[in-house]
């Protein structure tokens, strides 16, 4: 059981940071790290790049993916979750492996936005991009009114009538499900894969061709109680939806409007069920509740403003980027504390799983 200045020690300030912890884990370890550099500088001019660490026999027919930053500022406490697994993982059963994804989107990690370089809300991007994109008549009606020419806006009468017309629940949707349309605007899927969508499928094919069941956490931060991990059914095998319940407890669907969060147009499980078609998968997003998703819109509303409008490196610009970090990561111990024991434990829990499969 680690103290709390242990925990403490797992977090970082940085993507840089992370990532130095993360690597010097695997080190420790004698784990061989395989990166794939983004080609392009960090915050603090650093080299971006996805990390990926495989602990366990290459032929294991049972793997457990454990995934950080697939929306870049949430990466910290997934970044802390993975460096405290590789230092104090519990018993790997036979046969099994885990796979580590570091920062899969680094560039939002060390720019502290929510989307990657190209803008793009990573888990609305795993869609086909063959035929038409997807629409979103919601966004369209609100997308003016959520990202006006000043911020903050005079007024927000148009989200408002929007929201008692239709209400709380359909204006969430509205704006967070996924657009196709509008890529200077907000939870933009982008009109072709991404940089990490497509590296990502790279990982999966050279780490995870053998494996027959597939386990899966990835973390997120922003929805729910403040320090408490939602588990949010994410798998397109729905058959192993019961057995997820049996491995981790409680289980919230975005499809039955059991969980905070809703559906998504391309969620990044969508890879693992393309790329590993001979494999079951059990997943779950590790969702950890901050603040109020009022301030949370709010706050991203804001980070797009700045970018729609080209008002970088401008003291408004900061104060809201340091907002957004605090929003997606509040940096006190009564939140870390929770954040690492709950997910300690959901890693725990898959291991056994697979085990008992």
Not at 84 to 112: C, M, W
Not at 216 to 239: C, Q, R, W
Request: charged fraction near 20%; proline fraction near 5%.
């Amino acid at each position: 059981m680690m103290n709390v200045e242990h925990i403490d020690g797992l977090f970082s300030q940085s993507y840089a940071e992370a990532r130095g912890k993360f690597l010097a884990a695997a080190t420790a370890k004698g784990l061989p790290v395989d990166s794939y550099e983004l080609g392009l500088k960090g915050a603090q001019n650093e080299t971006l790049a996805t990390d990926v660490v495989f602990d366990g026999p290459r032929d294991a027919s049972k793997l457990l993916i454990v995934l950080s930053g697939v929306h870049g500022v949430e990466g910290f406490p997934g970044s802390a979750v993975q460096t405290g697994a590789l230092q104090f993982e519990a018993r790997k059963p036979a046969d099994t492996a885990i796979l580590y994804v570091h920062a899969i989107n680094p560039h939002g990690f060390s720019h502290l936005r929510r989307v990657t370089q190209e803008n793009v809300d990573l888990n609305r991007n795993f869609i086909r991009f063959d035929g038409p994109l997807p629409q979103n008549d919601g966004y369209h009606e609100i997308h003016e009114a959520l990202l006006p020419v000043k911020w903050p806006p005079l007024d927000d009468q148009a989200l408002q009538q929007y929201r008692q017309t239709h209400g709380d629940k359909k204006l969430q949707c509205a704006i967070s499900l996924g657009q196709y349309h509008y890529p200077d605007g907000m939870f933009f899927g982008g009109q072709a894969p991404t940089w990490s969508n497509t590296t990502f499928r790279q990982i999966l094919r050279t780490y995870a061709c053998n494996a027959q069941i597939i386990a899966s956490v990835d973390v997120h931060t922003g929805l729910g109680p403040y320090g408490y991990g939602e588990k949010i059914f994410a798998s397109h095998d729905v058959d192993t939806l019961e057995k997820a319940r049996h491995w981790w407890g409680e289980i919230t669907d975005v499809h039955a409007g059991s969980s905070t969060s809703v559906p998504m147009s391309g969620p990044i499980q969508v890879a693992i069920s393309e790329e590993c078609t001979a494999a079951r998968h059990i997943g779950i997003c590790l969702e950890f509740g901050t603040y109020p998703i009022e301030k949370m819109i709010t706050t991203l509303r804001a980070d797009h403003w700045v970018f729609r409008h080209g008002m970088q490196d401008t003291t408004q610009s900061s104060e809201i980027t340091s907002r957004l970090k605090d929003l997606f990561y509040p940096n006190h111990t009564d939140w870390k504390t929770p954040v690492w024991t709950q997910a300690s434990t959901v890693i725990n829990q898959a291991l056994q799983g697979l085990e008992s499969w």
